[in-house]
């Protein structure tokens, strides 16, 4: 079972991708903003991977991204950014940043699953086990 945190102000994003990745057998943690992952982060081991919202209250989505990568224990923590509204702008600053991967919402469980399988097979460099759908 992974941690994985979700960094979302949309509640019922946040919620549903959370019991996605529960039912999926991980461990979900969810925060409303930057600040509040942070503080998360402090308190607990890292996650294994992160969600993070492109739009956010107080920090920008960016400068989350920016502030994960460095971060000695999140440097290599694969992020993946989450937009409604996508844009090669944001999909560029997120890549230079180091981003994993780049989702249009809505996401669906399938997706979700897909993606968690590969970035939890490039951390470990072996296949990873299949996840419940």
């Not at 949309?10 to 409303?32: M, N, S, V, Y």
């Not at 230079?96 to 919402?105: D, P, S």
Request: glycine share 6%; with cysteine.
């Amino acid at each position: 079972m992974a941690t994985i945190l979700i960094i979302d102000d949309d509640d019922a994003f946040r919620e549903g991708l959370a019991e996605t990745i529960q039912d999926l057998g991980h461990a979900p943690l969810e925060a409303r903003s930057g600040e509040e992952a942070f503080t998360l982060m402090r308190e607990r081991q890292p996650p294994v991977c992160i969600f993070l919202d492109f739009r956010l209250p107080g920090a920008d989505d960016l400068a989350v991204l920016d502030t994960l990568r460095n971060t000695p224990d999140m440097q290599r923590v694969p992020v993946v950014m989450l937009t409604a509204h996508a844009t090669s702008d944001n999909t560029i600053g997120a890549m230079r940043l180091g981003a994993f991967e780049h989702l249009t919402k809505p996401v669906g469980r399938d997706e979700i699953a897909a993606l968690l399988e590969r970035m939890l097979s490039a951390q470990t460099g072996a296949p990873a086990a299949r996840f419940r759908r």
